[in-house]
């Protein structure tokens, strides 16, 4: 059997928006939900295409490209290094990364019509950062976020949103038991903050290293189903 081969649109740039991107065009004319995906560190718009695929046709899906260039095809939100005692970034890169993708969404949501309450955005590892960034401290832009082998930043929590604002967010956190990249112990920690702001959420652990399995997306587009037809 030979996979569904994903079909994007060629890049896309105007001042309009704060990212240039791709888009999977939604099959309905006016969609019924927009969800934005962000790549990891070293990859690009392109590295989510698959899933980006298997989302519900009626929604407009839409893949920013990192602003950071690291080498050709590879882009980033923000500079990390991993040292011995853990993930060390450029706190500045996230936080403009974090204002500009609030901004994006919000942009999205104007040009095509489409309400905070049927927007989710998700993404892969730093992708996966920057969703949760985005989700905690403006969570009046969105739904929901997912966090796919990823992690919440200690350095997000003067940003966080109160109890009451979070109240209506739902988030799921997919992560592999043998990460090597972001140890499981970020997803455990990410499930402990969620519960303690009161965020609704789901939580999976899976057989696997840094990377979204089959299982993974699976778990996660059920997960989005739910969200987006509960608003």
Not at 148 to 171: C, F, M, N, T, Y
Request: charge should be negative.
């Amino acid at each position: 059997m030979t996979s569904q081969q994903p079909i994007l649109s060629a890049l896309q740039q105007s001042a309009a928006f704060e990212f240039t991107f791709r888009v999977r065009q939604p099959q309905a004319t006016k969609p019924s939900a927009c969800v934005v995906l962000l790549h990891g560190v070293g990859g690009s718009e392109t590295n989510l295409a698959n899933l980006a695929a298997a989302i519900d046709s009626d929604t407009l899906v839409v893949l920013p490209r990192g602003l950071l260039q690291f080498a050709p095809g590879q882009f980033g939100w923000f500079r990390v290094s991993l040292t011995a005692n853990g993930p060390s970034i450029v706190a500045a890169e996230a936080e403009q990364a974090r204002l500009a993708l609030i901004r994006f969404v919000g942009q999205l949501q104007a040009a095509h019509g489409i309400a905070p309450k049927d927007t989710v955005i998700a993404g892969f590892s730093q992708g996966g950062i920057l969703s949760a960034s985005v989700a905690l401290s403006s969570p009046e832009s969105v739904a929901g976020f997912g966090l796919l082998s990823g992690r919440i930043l200690p350095e997000l929590e003067p940003h966080v949103a109160s109890k009451d604002q979070l109240a209506k967010l739902d988030a799921f956190i997919g992560h592999g038991e043998y990460d090597s990249k972001l140890p499981v112990a970020w997803a455990q920690r990410a499930d402990q903050l969620l519960t303690e702001l009161g965020v609704t959420h789901t939580t999976r652990l899976y057989g696997i290293d840094h990377e979204i399995s089959p299982a993974m997306q699976a778990d996660f587009l059920a997960w989005l189903a739910r969200v987006v037809k509960a608003q």
